[in-house]
Structures are given as structure tokens and as C-alpha cells.
């Protein structure tokens, strides 16, 4: 529906969910209320953390702060290493900050350090990509491994180590696959069709590096205490000798506090509001202007999102595990449980491929993956895995339906077969190695829950 009627995908999703529930088993009279109910739980499990998202997001790139920690790379890496200082500046900023939001920022960057040296401007727009993509596909707080967390009963904090695990190498390795693309593709240097090219704040103006980092590292810090908390109480083997597990079950409720994701996502966007008051000196009105703007594009992310959950939801409510788990029990892959990983990798790149949307791919992919999970089965490691194989399977055939795609063609001022031969490729690439790496962890570091 979405691709070839041109549905909008909140009314397709929930199109879809209310024909799947219709044919689902079920009283009659329940089958659209159960819709509207699993659209409210998905809604009420990521709602909150997606919306404070958006208004970091923009209050990071308000006061100068994003901006700030962009300057920090150049500065430690060096003009020459101005990719790999752009890579991780997007690497970074995408944990909060939606792709397009990170590459609207930091593609004037990249124009203007093209001006400056002459040189290597494909490789500056697909080093921010590279960083940018990989994060917003496999790290939350990002909608779709959000959700794919809630799908898969796996840990934020855990999502969050897992993911930033396998996103790490792979994005090294797109980074180096993108010198060869530069080397191989001569691509112009245009200007944009506007003379505002979005010039970053004045560097005098910029906030301090450390409190730049705050609305991302601070609930990133408090979501992995309570994950490591929780670790340390029912694992003794993870205890120092001597080391009583009932004291980290004392910490417990607090951490339950601080960790929430809900609360910790708050935290962090009174520290990034605060930033935007101490930095450009607004009044009440426009801060509040300031966090509206960013909410209005956030709802979106949260309609689209919950559909996709209620959609899933639906299919968990067919029944659909038992009709076609025997086709891949985890003993088929000598006992390692690797056919589901294929299974979610290759169901998010059909998605991918058909919708366009990377968020809507995962959402989608992990809600069948978990309806397909019933109690018998073993995976033999930690389910957090499975999130990263449908998450490296939605970076697969990003194309013109797309909007990461004209986003990068666009504000990169490149022709749409430029891209193609670019940014298609490179997301091609980002997804096969963060499956490799994601199928080596699996096997040699399990984590079994």
C-alpha cells in the first residue's frame, strides 16, 4: 500500500493491523478495540522517549552544542582526519538526534571544509552518513530499536551496549569503503539551490564541550546503571568475592528510578533546554516555540511507530508463530538458533526494500520475529542480537522511496543517480558488515538470558 498506492504509512499500518486482526481467532466484537489497545501499548512504551528525543534533538542544535562536539573531533583528529572526525560526530549525535535532523547539521560542515581544501567532498557526505545511519538503525533512543526492544522483551540499556557493539566496527569499516567510493566517483561540487547554506553558530558562542555532551551521554548513563544494577543482582558470578548479591538488590529500586527510560530522556532534555537558555538568552515563548517545533515532527515518528507496534501486535494475535516455526527452529542452525537471525535480516531488507522506511521495516520485522517466539524456542544467545540482524537488515536497498535517500541527495546537492551509485551502496555495505558482526558476536559471546 505504501509503495505502490502511495498510502501514508500511519494508515497503512493500521490498515493492515485492523485486516490482520479481521482474520485473526478472536471474539467479533474485539477485533478493531484490540487494534486501538495495542497501538495505545506501543504508544505508551515509546511515546514519551521518542518525543523528549525530538526536543533534544533540536535544543542540541539550538544552543550550539552539537555543533560543539562536531568542532571537538576536528580539533582532536585533525583537518586530514576531518572524515573520520565527521563520522564520529554523526556516530554520536544520531544516539538522540534523528538522521535527517544529524545531517541537516552537519552538512555544511562538510561544504565548508570542501571550500577550505578542494577536495574529498563525496567522502565528507558519506562519512556523516555512515556514522548517522549505523546509530539510528541499531542505538536507541531512535524509534525503530526502541521498539524493537519492546518487541523483544530485550533491555534499553542492553539495546544500547549491543547495538553501539556492532555499529561500531561496521561503521569503521563504511568509512574506509567510502574513501574507495570517493576515489572511484568524481562528483562535483555544487551549490544549493538557496544562498542560505545554514552556517553553524559563531565558536565563541558555543557551549563548553562538556556540557555539549551531557544531553547525550547523561541518559545513556542512567539507563546502563540500572541495566548493570540488574545484572549485578542476579548474577553472583559478576560480583567481586565477598560481595553480597542482596546489596546490589538494595540498589535496585533506585536505579528502577534513574534508569527509566522515560525519566532519564526528561532529565536530558532539561539539561539541553537549559543549554538553549544559557547559551542564545530566549524568552519563555520562544523556548516553548522551540520544544512545539520539534514535537510536531516527533508525533509523526510516534503515529508511525505505534501503528507499526499495533500491526505487529496483530500479527503475534494470528497466531502466525506455530503455522511457520517448525521452518526455523534454532536447532537448524547447528544448535545456535541462526536461522532466526537470517530469518529477521532478510524480512527487514524485503521491508526496507518495499517500504522505504528503515523505522517501519524494524518495527515491523520484530513484531513478526516475536510472534514467532513462543516459549519453546531457544535461541541459544541473548535476543538483543536478533534486534541488530532486522536492524542491519533495514539499512539493505535504501532507495527513491526513501526519505534518508533524498535527504542525502538533496541537501548534498548530488543528481539522484549519483546517490544511487553512493549512498545506496554504502547503506548495502553498512548492513552486511553489521550482520557479520552481528553473527560473529552471536557465536562467540552469546549472553544467553
Given at each position: 500500500m505504501i509503495m505502490v498506492l502511495r498510502i501514508n504509512a500511519f494508515i497503512a499500518l493500521i490498515t493492515a493491523?485492523?485486516?490482520?486482526?479481521?482474520m485473526a481467532p478472536g471474539e467479533l466484537g474485539e477485533?478493531?478495540?484490540?487494534?486501538?489497545?495495542?497501538?495505545?501499548?506501543?504508544?505508551?512504551?515509546?511515546?514519551?522517549?521518542?518525543?523528549?528525543?525530538?526536543?533534544?534533538?533540536?535544543?542540541?542544535?539550538?544552543?550550539?552544542?552539537a555543533d560543539c562536539i562536531v568542532q571537538f573531533f576536528i580539533r582532536l583528529l585533525g583537518e586530514k582526519r576531518a572524515p573520520w572526525a565527521l563520522m564520529f560526530s554523526g556516530f554520536v549525535l544520531a544516539v538522540p538526534v534523528f538522521f535527517d535532523t544529524v545531517f541537516y547539521l552537519l552538512v555544511p560542515l562538510a561544504r565548508s571544509l570542501y571550500k577550505k581544501t578542494g577536495k574529498n567532498y563525496l567522502l565528507s557526505l558519506l562519512a556523516i552518513a555512515c556514522g548517522g545511519a549505523i546509530t539510528h538503525t541499531l542505538v536507541p533512543p531512535t524509534p525503530?530499536?526502541?521498539?524493537?526492544?519492546?518487541?523483544?522483551?530485550?533491555?534499553?540499556?542492553?539495546?544500547?551496549?549491543?547495538?553501539?557493539?556492532?555499529?561500531?566496527?561496521?561503521?569503521?569499516i563504511g568509512l574506509l569503503f567510502s574513501r574507495y567510493l570517493d576515489n572511484k566517483m568524481h562528483v562535483p561540487f555544487?551549490?544549493?539551490?538557496?544562498?542560505?547554506?545554514?552556517?553553524?553558530?559563531?565558536?565563541?558562542?558555543?557551549?563548553?564541550?562538556?556540557?555539549?555532551?551531557?544531553?547525550?551521554?547523561?541518559?545513556?548513563?542512567?539507563i546502563s546503571s540500572n541495566t548493570i544494577v540488574k545484572t549485578l543482582s542476579v548474577s553472583e558470578k559478576a560480583?567481586?568475592?565477598?560481595?553480597?548479591?542482596?546489596?546490589?538488590?538494595?540498589?535496585?529500586?533506585?536505579?528502577?528510578?534513574?534508569?527509566?527510560?522515560?525519566?532519564?530522556?526528561?532529565?536530558?532534555?532539561?539539561?539541553?533546554?537549559?543549554?538553549?537558555?544559557?547559551?542564545?538568552?530566549?524568552t519563555l515563548q520562544q523556548l516553548s516555540?522551540?520544544?512545539?517545533?520539534?514535537?510536531?515532527?516527533?508525533?509523526?515518528?510516534?503515529?508511525?511507530?505505534?501503528?507499526?507496534?499495533?500491526?505487529?501486535?496483530?500479527?503475534?494475535?494470528?497466531?502466525?508463530g506455530p503455522a511457520i516455526q517448525s521452518m526455523f527452529q534454532s536447532d537448524s542452525a547447528g544448535g545456535t538458533g541462526i536461522a532466526f537471525l537470517m530469518l529477521g535480516y532478510f524480512i527487514a531488507v524485503l521491508l526496507k526494500i518495499a517500504v522505504g522506511s528503515s523505522t517501519v521495516a524494524m518495527i515491523t520485522a520484530s513484531g513478526m520475529l516475536a510472534a514467532m517466539m513462543t516459549g519453546d524456542?531457544?535461541?541459544?544467545?541473548?535476543?538483543?542480537?536478533?534486534?541488530?540482524?532486522?536492524?542491519a537488515g533495514s539499512l539493505m536497498g535504501s532507495w527513491?522511496?526513501?526519505?534518508?535517500?533524498?535527504?542525502?541527495?538533496?541537501?548534498?546537492?548530488?543528481?539522484?543517480?549519483?546517490?544511487?551509485?553512493?549512498?545506496?551502496?554504502?547503506?548495502?555495505?553498512?548492513?552486511?558488515?553489521?550482520?557479520?558482526?552481528?553473527?560473529?558476536?552471536?557465536?562467540?559471546?552469546?549472553?544467553?538470558?
Open positions: 493491523a485492523i485486516v490482520v486482526s479481521l477485533k478493531i478495540s484490540r487494534v486501538a489497545e495495542a497501538f495505545g501499548t506501543a504508544a505508551g512504551n515509546i511515546g514519551i522517549v521518542i518525543a523528549l528525543a525530538a526536543v533534544i534533538g533540536e535544543c542540541m542544535m539550538v544552543s550550539g552544542a525503530g530499536p526502541l521498539l524493537m526492544a519492546d518487541n523483544l522483551k530485550i533491555d534499553v540499556g542492553a539495546m544500547m551496549m549491543g547495538g553501539a557493539a556492532v555499529a561500531l566496527p561496521a561503521a569503521i555544487r551549490e544549493l539551490g538557496t544562498s542560505d547554506e545554514f552556517a553553524p553558530p559563531a565558536e565563541e558562542d558555543l557551549p563548553p564541550l562538556g556540557l555539549s555532551l551531557l544531553p547525550v551521554a547523561l541518559p545513556v548513563l542512567l560480583l567481586a568475592a565477598g560481595t553480597s548479591p542482596n546489596e546490589w538488590n538494595d540498589l535496585l529500586p533506585y536505579t528502577s528510578i534513574i534508569g527509566n527510560p522515560n525519566l532519564a530522556m526528561l532529565v536530558a532534555t532539561a539539561v539541553a533546554m537549559g543549554l538553549v537558555w544559557l547559551t542564545r538568552k530566549p516555540e522551540t520544544a512545539e517545533r520539534s514535537l510536531m515532527s516527533g508525533g509523526v515518528i510516534i503515529l508511525i511507530t505505534a501503528g507499526g507496534g499495533a500491526f505487529g501486535g496483530m500479527l503475534k494475535a494470528a497466531e502466525i524456542v531457544s535461541l541459544g544467545y541473548h535476543p538483543v542480537y536478533l534486534a541488530t540482524a532486522i536492524g527513491m522511496n526513501d526519505s534518508g535517500f533524498w535527504i542525502f541527495c538533496k541537501m548534498g546537492a548530488l543528481t539522484e543517480a549519483e546517490s544511487l551509485k553512493s549512498w545506496t551502496v554504502l547503506l548495502a555495505v553498512l548492513s552486511i558488515v553489521s550482520m557479520a558482526v552481528t553473527v560473529v558476536l552471536a557465536l562467540a559471546l552469546p549472553m544467553s538470558p
